[in-house]
């Protein structure tokens, strides 16, 4: 049976939204129930942001520092998320992949947030799905699928239904600002492509879309490594 | 030379207030500076009513799950705290007593949320006074001090200046709705009542108020045991 | 299948009355057997007050350090029973709520002793039984239910076989010396009314009560929420 | 300066003991003010023996577990004895050798019970004096000294005040019953003698002797490695 | 179902056999699907002398440390056998039999390496294998069995299928240089005596033979309890 | 005073070469007396390689797996140096920047291997760097500086004595094969760049260079950030 990793944008996963948090829940549930659930990592959101700034706006230079905050309020969406899933979910949150591999050894569901400074959750989602070898990375974003070029400003851009991680990245170094990647930062991608996992990019505001991806349905886009993983 | 623990309000450290933020960092690191402090307790305030309104509102009937990511928010609130007071403090909030004792084995100052499902930072705070053999517990309130009445309510009514944790429970029994204790909870007084550590209630809306209560300046309303205390 | 967290007072699991030992190991690996049990919680008894007094005796004046003395004679306690539950058991007693979640993650029994200074075995047992979503809490104590006054001062007292949290805490009110609650302290009847969960009390100097008890038989007294709980 | 660990017989520190406690409290907070305590190890005694023989009674024939009651009430003594000598000691007996060199780096003083089933706390007491390279190990223990023969037995046995580790095995290995070694097991021998740290055995029924040792006053008996060591 | 605990030399584990790492691997995740493993030991080999020698020659004169150093480099070696047995092991080898019950709790197969200076890891597989209640141990070395007397020097030597430890211990000491027990040390010895469980000496280069030891096979030597064991 | 991080490749850290370790030993400590040293760390050289080439000779497919393989390996590198600076040091490699921080809490320096898959140490010292607020990042490494170009290609290379980071970085995409950052990754760079913390690039084959580079001599290359950093 095939495992997936799903990745939550911290947009959807946050106490700002409790309908969507309920929905969330009972989707992965259900996915959990189907044994087809290994891990979740959500992102930081707006908890994140609003820690980093006011430590910044109090004084605090330590930039470790400062993401580590982010990455602490990652986990709290993340504790948010497990007891919501619980029993299927291991109640603790974990800070790296040694202790995520220790709580799935109980066989519960690992609920991430962040891992580490100047890493994204992308990173740490594409870790999660090679350490438990997954066989899919989920990713619930805030956009439909990958695009031939940034929707919102080229009314030409078409949704990619299937492209590989290299065509990914040259997609992103278009469309966004440098060093801007909100779907994949480049370790993601090179952690995916090494152990040949490949992603689904879905519409996270709808949660069906991610049970969709995870039963193996088309929906989104589907990023493929290039071939030559090891998986 | 006198130690206080200092008890802060959620609504006073919270990333809503950077401005109030700052002057607490520079307050309590002049304190620590001074060898006056010996740890800092912080509520969860808004961070923490939200995660909990979140996740009851998305279905999650565990009680102490959703006592447990109060806790969690109040220990993000007390980690952004740690994280400004750094090197003075220990960068890692304690979940129990015993945690607490081990990061002051280093010689750092304490910076904590909660402990426990049912209990209140007031009570962590008389704990962390009386583990740590402060001299005095410091509760950096949203008042101004302990009135004979609410005064919110009833004109005439007056602040102490002094009084004892006998008098301060029927105060707060008289002015407030039943149960809710928002100064002072009885596991908190009977705590700092058997150890005969006196706290000051100060209006922390000025975290000078703070330092002034710390360096032993008559500010706000003194509760004193009521004498056979063992400290 | 209904699921019960079991507090056993220090009088009755204590290496003072093997005999005893015996028939709980073998009582609570039945219920084990059966999935009955979530969770054993036990007292310090002697061995608690043994070491409080002698380092008290000693000149401890720190009461949170004599508290947590006592909390760790009730974990050794809690150590003994959960080797003999062994392979039924969690090997190790959990010091926080916290723990007692990872410890019930590899789905074994959680055994615990007490959890923080200032709070009852009780209060430990409530907190365990809403977290782990138990379906009653069966309180081995020293006496065969609740009496309408103490029956061994009043011989007109006769055992209440169902009464409600509210109902319990003015006969002990009554009936007690004040701020003494052997049974059940206001926090845990907070928790076990918010969550609604149901009470038995039984004599815990026969463990055949606790199987009873367990099983739904009406041994000793039933003390129930007075509604509106959420469980 | 020199630097000392302490062993002392659970028959000592024991809460069946409150006076004798109380003075050791006095005489190890002393030393620790000098500067010439590095550890304390303290052993089971009779709470030991009693949750050994209790959980036997109950039917645990897990030797291994047996062992480990016996240590964690060694640890219960060690944190008995840490809390009387706070602030001086770190709160926590180590269950590590790994353990005790973290709560060092704190550089407060380690109190430990046992660390291992199979293991003496003269073997735990031998490896601390090691790794905190201590300049003496002493013996606090039933006898004022090592004998040529059982004085309990013999009305011509003489203490010796100074004698080799080789010396001291050849007179265990004849006054006691095969395989008991009260004083020092090969194991303690072999790290005392491969570390080159000598022992001095003595009275522990009275504290001052302990502290005459650590002053190095020539109180019991001198146990010095046969040369060759490396320390 | 038996169940059995395997220790593997340094010498067969060891990253310099690939080839036999992948033998090893395919065999114990065989009896590990047929429910036969509970735990797994492997010893420092290589890496630990190599880490140890270059410690010592740069100077490190703490003794505890330098076996400190060797148990780190055993426990890497677990750990790469942890990783080929995964998902069947546990992934993180335990630093003490607490840690090691704590990880069996899963349900997964324990991986160590070693626990503590001055002990064998021997000593080790012979303490998991009483703590975990397995039926028997099996020692994967560098000899095919016991033997009369040394046969690398003694032509005459012949191997003896069955023996008691009683008569293990007398043939090592006459064989060996003094002190030097490669098989199995007097702790070892004296655990598995007082559990009453064989021990299975198998040649170690060809992992088969730790298979047919593992399912009942009368290869190499058993050696088994004098009698009189607890198990 | 200036307080740096050392960065020392694992080449020069590793058993195979023990007098290079007593050297580094003997500097490191002497750069702790002065005050000098926050934190060290190794890269895993030999070891990690000969660890992970095993694994994955013997099947080892989790890419996860064999880069944390390669960070044990690291770690005991670094397990290694601290034993040799205690009790400079303290004695525990962290796992993550989390445990850092404790670790350093104590006054201690620390000793790190690796953190995370796909991070490069180098990485792990500027985090450290950063999160410690040290002056200055000292990287001992294979070469004595950056050049112009690769010096063992090119005749015409000439070695820079002062750059900035961004000039590094396009020096190393020149002269290397894609993707290889023997000296610093693009990570390493963000963080160092965002928090203006200069590095200084020495041979590391003589530790006395790390020594020039901590005292502020201009040994090796400086790469200084390129202004706009937050320090």
Redesign the interface.
């Known amino acids: 049976m095939a495992r997936v990793v799903v990745k939550i944008s911290g947009k959807h996963v ?6 969507l ?2 929905s969330y ?1 009972r989707v992965l549930k259900s996915l959990a129930g189907e044994g087809l659930l290994a891990a979740v990592v959500v992102g930081g959101g707006r ?1 994140a942001r ?2 980093i ?3 910044r ?9 400062l993401d ?2 982010g990455i ?2 990652a986990r ?1 969406n993340a ?2 998320l497990a ?2 899933l ?2 299927h979910s ?3 949150p974990p ?4 202790e995520a ?3 799935a ?4 569901i690992v609920v991430a947030g962040g ?5 994204s959750t992308a ?1 740490v989602a594409a ?1 999660l799905a ?2 438990l ?1 997954a066989d899919m990375l989920v990713l619930a974003t805030t956009v439909d699928g990958v695009y031939t070029s940034d929707p919102r400003r080229d009314r030409s851009a078409r949704r990619l239904p299937r492209l590989t991680y290299q065509q990914l990245l040259r997609v992103l170094e278009q469309s966004l600002e440098p060093g801007r990647y909100e779907l994949l930062d480049p ?1 993601a991608v ?2 995916l492509e ?2 040949g996992i490949p992603s689904r990019v879905v519409d996270g505001s709808d949660p069906e879309n991610v049970a969709r991806a995870a039963r193996g349905e088309p929906v989104g886009s589907l990023v493929e490594p290039s071939g030559g993983g ?2």
């Open positions: 946050t106490p700002e939204k409790p309908g948090l309920k829940a908890a609003s820690y700034d006011a430590a706006g109090a004084g605090l230079g330590n930039r470790s520092m580590m905050l602490e309020a709290l504790r948010l007891y919501l619980h029993p291991h109640p603790e800070r790296s992949l040694w591999l220790q709580a050894a109980t066989g519960r891992f580490q400074p100047g890493q990173a870790l090679e350490a070898q370790l090179a952690v090494r152990s090891s998986g």
